[in-house]
């Protein structure tokens, strides 16, 4: 049993088993998500036979790392890790000096969404993460800064942080689709006995499944909402986004009208500019009727590569272009500043593929 599949309720009924009382459950808790503790043996507050009854019963983590790459500046490191069963996941760490370091976490392997512009969609879902293993990738980079932040300021010349400070799931996956096993993740995360990480310092990115954004909407945890758009208009956007043919753009708004009514906090339209495909003046200014009065920030992500697909970037013009328009609505507009394109680390190349060997920097 991945003891990180269980919160403080559940590990409190498996040490019950083993005839422990719940303080131990939660000095247990407190060692893997406080302290980090990956081996029993660390737990020395624990008797030496309970942790070798624990470590019978329990495996701290299920993932196996296969790679970790990192950017010549030193500020961008991917993950690639094999889950049981052999599908393959990756996750990302962006540090932005001095003070946030954000982690892109997977929450599926592969993607069943197959929107035509992202490497992910590219292999169809190969499975559902657990819990555990979305614990399991942010307390890996939780350790990766608590351990080698001062070396990483050292290079970088500045200070860093040595924690995560915020987290995006927005790496392999369509969230929603996995909520269940999301949001306990969520949960366990942002628990004041564990993880401790703030609902308002995580980011959830959906693909427009209404279903998710209305129950997100209801939660007590105000974590935040950022809707990949793509386009402003059913047609191109069922071009771009098979979803869009469930849920069209109308059934979309009213779900994140919902959530801004509910809530009170600004969701994020994403929007990837794609060259000459949605990245006109008449789309943006499509865009901009479209959101406008809603509670609402627009990103333009100009999109990266990814191998076998005929499309291209949009030209630095077209992008400066489309946010003027949009901008000139009144509405809040914002270009994603690129991180980790050179090994393939950035929004929608995420694809487990075999590691390049130039010019990454492989560890
Ligand atoms: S953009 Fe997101 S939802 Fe769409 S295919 Fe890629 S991972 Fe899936």
């Given at each position: ?16 088993e083993?005839g ?9 808790y ?21 942790r ?22 030193g500020?961008?490191r ?20 001095p003070d946030?370091?954000t ?13 035509v512009?992202?490497a ?5 879902l ?5 819990s555990g ?6 307390l ?8 080698e ?43 004041k ?17 209404v279903?998710g954004?209305r129950?997100l ?31 069209d753009i109308s ?23 794609l ?7 008449e ?8 959101v ?19 499309l ?24 994603r ?15 487990a ?11």
């Amino acid at each position: 049993m991945n003891i990180y599949d269980l919160d403080l309720q559940g590990l409190t009924a498996q040490l019950a088993e083993l005839g422990q009382p719940a303080f131990r459950a939660r000095q247990i808790y407190a060692h893997l998500y406080k302290k980090l503790a990956n081996d029993f043996a660390a737990m020395t507050d624990l008797s030496a036979a309970l942790r070798e009854q624990l470590a019978a019963k329990f495996q701290i983590g299920g993932l196996e790392l296969v790679r970790e790459q990192t950017t010549d500046d030193g500020l961008t490191r991917k993950v690639l890790w094999r889950c049981p069963g052999n599908a393959v996941i990756e996750t990302v760490l962006m540090i932005y000096p001095p003070d946030r370091a954000t982690i892109c976490v997977s929450t599926q392997a592969g993607c069943a969404m197959g929107c035509v512009f992202c490497a992910t969609g590219k292999l169809g879902l190969l499975r559902n993460i657990s819990s555990g293993e979305i614990m399991e990738q942010v307390l890996h980079f939780e350790r990766y800064l608590r351990t080698e932040g001062a070396a990483i300021a050292k290079r970088h010349g500045g200070p860093v942080p040595d924690h995560i400070t915020n987290l995006v799931f927005m790496g392999m996956g369509e969230p929603f689709a996995n909520y269940d096993r999301w949001w306990a993740a969520v949960e366990r995360l942002n628990d004041k006995q564990g993880f401790n990480l703030g609902a308002r310092n995580m980011t959830v990115s959906t693909v427009g499944l209404v279903k998710g954004i209305r129950q997100l909407a209801d939660e007590a945890l105000q974590v935040n909402l950022a809707v990949s758009l793509h386009a402003p208009n059913d047609q191109l956007r069922s071009e771009l986004m098979p979803v869009n043919d469930r849920f069209d753009i109308s059934d979309l708004m009213d779900a994140v009208r919902y959530y801004t009514d509910k809530t009170h906090r600004r969701v994020s339209f994403e929007y990837v500019l794609l060259d000459d495909k949605n990245d006109t003046p008449e789309l943006a200014a499509q865009l901009a009727s479209l959101v406008k009065g809603m509670l609402c920030h627009v990103n333009l992500i100009p999109w990266n590569p990814v191998p076998g697909t005929p499309l291209t970037r949009s030209h630095r013009e077209r992008v400066t272009a489309f946010q003027r328009v949009v901008q000139a609505a009144g509405i809040s507009c914002t270009v994603r500043v690129e991180r980790g394109v050179e090994i393939a680390a950035a929004c929608g190349q995420l694809a487990a593929l075999p590691a390049p060997t130039s010019p990454m920097n492989l560890y």
